[in-house]
C-alpha cells in the first residue's frame, strides 16, 4: 500500500514538473500509472489532498539535504543561509510547489520538518519564541519567492520591447532618474540573492538586540521598583516619598 502511494506521488511529481500543474489531474495521473482514476483515491484522497501530499514530498527533500545543519559546530548564521539556499533551490527544482506554498497552507510530515528547521535555527540565534513564527513567514517567503520570481520570468532578461518602454515610462519618474546607472546592464541574481541574506541575517540580529535590550530594561525597571526607591518605602510612601499621617491627622 505504501510502495504504491509512493509510486503514485512520484509519477505526479513528474507530472508536474514535465507539463506544470495545470496538467496533474487524476485522470492525467491514472494515465501516467496505468490505473483507473478510482483506484488513486484510496491511495491519495482528494485532489486537494494529493497537492499537498506532492509539496511536502517535494520540501521533505530539502529537510533531507539538511544533514549538515545538525553539525553542532554549524553557527545559526551558516545554518539559516542553507535553508534559504535550500529553499530557492527548491523552487529551481520543482517551480510548481511555490504554486501550492503560496496558494494554501500545508501540514504534512515534510513540510512541518522544514519549518521546524526555521524554527531552531533562528531560536539559536536567540530570536524570543513569540517572534520567531513572524520571522520564519518572513525569510521563507523571501527564498520561495525569490526562486519563484526566477523560474516564472519576473527575473529573467527582459526583451528589447520591454526595455524600450520602460525607458519611455519612467522617463519623468525620479526614482527611475535617481538609479537609472543601476539599471543598466544584466543583473547577477545568485550575488543579489546572497547579499539579500546578508540583509536578512542582519534583520534577525536586530529583533535579538532590541529584544535582548528591551528584557534588560524591563528587569531593570523591577529591581529598581522593588529596591525601596523614594515613594515606595516602608510605612506607606505617597508622591515624592512624604509619608501619609496614620491617623487621618495633619502632619
Do not use: C, N
Not at 520567531?132 to 519576473?154: C, D, K
Not at 545568485?190 to 532590541?210: G, H, K, M, S, Y
Request: glycine content about 12%; aromatic content about 6%.
Amino acid at each position: 500500500m505504501a510502495d504504491r502511494r509512493q509510486e503514485i506521488l512520484d509519477a505526479a511529481l513528474e507530472l508536474a514538473d514535465d507539463k506544470g500543474l495545470d496538467a496533474v489531474s487524476m485522470r492525467a495521473l491514472a494515465e501516467r500509472t496505468g490505473v483507473t482514476p478510482m483506484a488513486l483515491y484510496p491511495h491519495v484522497g482528494s485532489k486537494g489532498a494529493l497537492l499537498d501530499a506532492m509539496f511536502g514530498q517535494a520540501i521533505r527533500q530539502l529537510a533531507a539535504d539538511a544533514g549538515p545543519l545538525l553539525d553542532p559546530d554549524l553557527g545559526w548564521r551558516e545554518r539559516l543561509r542553507m535553508l534559504l539556499r535550500g529553499a530557492r533551490e527548491l523552487a529551481h527544482r520543482h517551480p510548481w510547489a511555490t504554486a501550492i506554498a503560496f496558494s494554501r497552507p500545508s501540514a504534512t510530515a515534510g513540510s512541518v520538518s522544514a519549518v521546524d528547521l526555521f524554527y531552531t535555527t533562528l531560536l539559536d540565534a536567540g530570536v524570543p519564541p513569540a517572534e520567531v513564527p513572524r520571522l520564519e513567514r518572513l525569510v521563507s517567503t523571501f527564498a520561495f519567492g525569490y526562486g519563484a520570481s526566477e523560474m516564472g520570468g519576473r527575473f529573467g532578461p527582459a526583451d528589447s520591447d520591454v526595455r524600450a518602454r520602460r525607458r519611455q515610462l519612467s522617463t519623468q519618474l525620479p526614482g527611475h532618474i535617481a538609479v537609472a546607472r543601476s539599471l543598466e546592464g544584466p543583473s547577477d541574481w545568485d550575488a543579489e540573492f546572497e547579499a539579500d541574506i546578508d540583509d536578512l541575517l542582519r534583520l534577525v540580529e536586530a529583533v535579538v538586540a532590541v529584544r535582548s535590550a528591551h528584557g534588560e530594561q524591563e528587569r531593570a525597571d523591577d529591581d529598581h521598583r522593588g529596591s525601596g526607591e523614594p515613594g515606595h518605602a516602608a510605612g506607606g510612601g505617597g508622591p515624592g516619598g512624604q509619608d501619609l499621617p496614620r491617623d487621618g491627622s495633619e502632619a
